[in-house]
Structure formats: C-alpha cells, structure tokens
C-alpha cells in the first residue's frame, strides 16, 4: 500500500506563489508517473500536471505557463511549483501515482488546501 501525504498549501494572494509538496511511502517513485490533481467545491477532481519518470512534464491548459511540476525520485518527493495564483485556482491539492494517461493509482491523501483570495 502506497501512503501519499501532501503539504504546503494555504492561503495566498492573486499573483502570489506556493509551492506544494507530496512524500511518497516506500521507494517506487521512481517507476512511476506521478500527478498533481485538484478538486474545487461542487466539482470533480482534475488532473493538472503529470511527470514521467524521466521528468518529461504535460500540464492541463488551465495551468500552463504557471505551475511547474518536479521530482526527486531518490527522496520519494514529487513537488507543484504554482506562481500567479488566480481565485479559480482555489481547491484541494492531491498527488498520486499513475498511468501514462494521468489515471491515479493509489488511495488519496489528505490532500492540502490552496486558498487564492484577497
């Protein structure tokens, strides 16, 4: 069983930045692609950027441009950069594990919270 615990989020600012981290249990990571998904009050969960095991990064439209995904696969660490924060950017941040495609994999987290207000 794979445990996923993210951290870092809070309350920001438009135009202000976060950066988000997820800590991966066990020493798999590295086999993995791994995502940054999100979920919004009222809506479904999204993906919003993948990365492959050889860190080759795809991010969802919505994102692009602003929010960066990286890897260190000897930390089991996976982190989202995310700069000029819009209010629509406000969710639950999850990480996971996943298909090529971006499908997760593994029981969530907890997820952290991102809250872009003024």
């Known amino acids: 069983q794979v445990q996923l615990v993210e951290s870092g989020g809070g309350l920001v600012q438009p135009g202000g930045s976060l950066r988000l981290s997820c800590a991966v249990s066990?020493?798999?990571?590295?086999?993995?692609?791994a995502g940054w998904y999100r979920q919004a009050p009222g809506k479904e969960r999204e993906l919003v950027a993948r990365?492959?095991?050889?860190?080759?990064?795809n991010y969802a439209d919505s994102v692009k441009g602003r929010f960066t995904i990286s890897r260190d696969n000897a930390k089991n660490m996976v982190y989202l950069e995310m700069n000029s924060l819009k209010p629509e950017d406000t969710a639950v941040y999850y990480c996971?594990?996943?298909?090529?495609?971006?499908?997760?994999?593994?029981?969530w987290g907890q997820g952290t919270q991102v809250t872009v207000s003024s």
């Open positions: 990365i492959t095991g050889s860190a080759i990064p």
């Open positions: 066990g020493s798999i990571l590295s086999i993995y692609v």
């Open positions: 996971n594990l996943a298909t090529s495609g971006g499908t997760a994999l593994w029981p």
